[in-house]
């Protein structure tokens, strides 16, 4: 569980700290305003598991989804699933966000027609083609000489140590533009390479939180 609370107005601005997967779900989200299941429940949980408590993840997909959806709408389709994956419905269990191994095990996002039959969810390194992966590289301002190797890692289906190296590149690139002017060197950032296992893994090491 999270030591802090996350707000529904914070989400967009903590983006910046989301693995892949959860980057192109906030994406989808804010250019489609709709998501179909599977995406709510990785991309909801994932929130919960940030830090975000029921009441403001029902107020963000209600902001998320209302230039598609009418608040009573929203009320009457998509609050119960929210309230179910916070243990206030049904079962009343915790649900946990879903690790990489569940995300990269299920099944892929569908393509249907129509920006409502479309899905995303998954992981996109395992679904991605090179060109969309190069793009997805040079959001986490991964250097051209790893590209490579980014591309042999993927192909080789080990996606989680890919998206480590995706990881490494991004706290290395914000080292850099941190470094003061005359100063020696940019705080240093871990140079291994480790694999991630889970979404929240990688956000709360992005935003500098040791949950161990
Ligand atoms: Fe998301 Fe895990 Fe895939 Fe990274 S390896 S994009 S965290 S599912």
New binding site residues.
């Given amino acids: 569980s999270a030591d802090m609370l996350i707000r529904a107005n914070q989400v967009d601005s903590l983006a910046n700290h989301f693995?892949?997967?959860?980057r192109e779900m906030h994406r989808h989200l804010n250019t489609v305003h709709h998501m179909k299941h599977t995406g709510r429940r990785q991309f909801g949980l994932f929130l919960k598991g940030l830090g975000v408590p029921m009441e403001e993840s029902l107020a963000y997909w209600k902001r998320a989804f209302g230039p598609k959806i009418a608040p009573d709408a929203f009320d009457r389709n998509y609050a119960y699933n929210i309230r179910y994956d916070y243990g206030r419905e049904g079962s009343r269990t915790q649900a946990r966000p879903f690790g990489?191994r569940s995300?990269?095990l299920g099944d892929p996002p569908a393509r249907g027609s129509g920006p409502h039959a479309i899905e995303q969810h998954g992981?996109?390194?395992?679904q991605s083609k090179e060109p969309e992966l190069r793009r997805l590289a040079q959001s986490y301002h991964l250097r051209d000489a790893e590209m490579p190797s980014l591309l042999a890692e993927v192909q080789g289906s080990h996606?989680?140590f890919a998206?480590g190296r995706l990881l490494r590149s991004m706290r290395q690139s914000r080292a850099q533009a941190t470094k003061a002017p005359g100063t020696e060197a940019p705080p240093p950032v871990d140079d291994d390479i480790r694999p991630?296992s889970h979404?929240n893994e990688?956000a709360s090491i992005s935003m500098g939180i040791n949950r161990s």
Avoid: A
């Avoid at 693995?19 to 959860?22: G, L, R, V």
């Fill in positions: 693995p892949p997967c959860m990489c995300i990269i992981c996109p390194l395992r996606y989680q998206c991630i979404p990688f």
